[in-house]
């Protein structure tokens, strides 16, 4: 089955600073890459994704990229803010040929952001 | 709509008894996921339906765990006997449909707490 790498496990990032966290996967099948923040007593919620059939993708001060050769994606986030500090997951599933929307997901990013 | 619900949001137990999760998905998705989550462990699928059936019931950990989903709108997670092993925080997650790559919408969680 897939398997999802995440790191850091932690990671501190200065206010203003960018913040990096990279996965890899194990299933070259897999074509779509979530990414989910959780908030303390809450449920992860999605915050950006991206298919296989592009690099990158950007939302305001988030971006995702990904290497399908490589097998590995990343989450770019710019010019932090206190309120970024989560616990982040990637997640990786494939489909729809496969039929299974089944998502194996990183072991999380606790990402603190410095005032 | 007011998203994914689950009940009760926390549970304490004592070893052997029997405890049951509910879930309501959001109106109108057709796939319905368990998830549960731990420190050592992070998020692992136990179990999800499409349109009612299940699907993959691979990773639901033991006999002792069953799941059903008995019309569109409702789920249980049932555990039976419970044991301390099995605290951890349960999450029920909804998304729109098969065949696709699409959001998963995440409850706020039921955290077991078996002693």
């Known amino acids: 089955g897939e398997n999802v790498e995440q790191h850091p496990s932690t990671l501190s990032v200065q206010e203003g600073d960018s913040a990096v966290i990279k996965c890899t996967y194990s299933?070259?099948?897999?074509?779509?890459f979530p990414w989910y923040k959780q908030e303390l007593g809450k449920g992860p919620q999605l915050i950006i994704d991206?298919?296989?059939?592009?690099g990158e993708k950007k939302d305001q001060r988030i971006a995702v990229t990904l290497n399908k050769t490589a097998k590995h994606f990343s989450l770019h986030i710019t010019e932090t803010q206190p309120e970024d500090s989560a616990v982040y997951f990637c997640?990786?599933?494939?489909?729809?040929?496969?039929?299974?929307?089944?998502?194996?997901f990183g072991t999380g990013t606790r990402l603190t952001i410095i005032p | 709509d007011a998203g994914v619900i689950q009940s009760p949001r926390h549970e304490v137990t004592e070893m052997g008894q029997e405890v049951t999760l509910r879930c309501k998905p959001i109106?109108?998705?057709?796939?319905l996921f368990w998830y549960r989550q731990t420190m050592m462990r992070g998020l692992e699928l136990l179990i999800y339906?499409?349109?009612?059936?299940?699907?993959?019931d691979s990773g639901m950990p033991e006999d002792r765990f069953s799941a059903k989903m008995p019309n569109a709108s409702f789920s249980t997670l049932k555990i039976q006997p419970s044991e301390p092993r099995d605290s951890a925080v349960y999450f029920c997650?909804?998304?729109?449909?098969?065949?696709?790559?699409?959001?998963?919408?995440f409850g706020q969680g039921t955290r077991l707490t078996v002693v």
């Open positions: 997650a909804s998304s729109p449909g098969q065949f696709m790559n699409t959001e998963a919408f």
């Open positions: 299933d070259s099948a897999s074509n779509y």
């Open positions: 991206i298919r296989s059939n592009v």
């Open positions: 997640a990786a599933s494939k489909g729809p040929n496969f039929g299974n929307e089944k998502l194996t």
């Open positions: 109106s109108g998705h057709n796939s």
């Open positions: 339906f499409n349109n009612n059936v299940p699907i993959d």
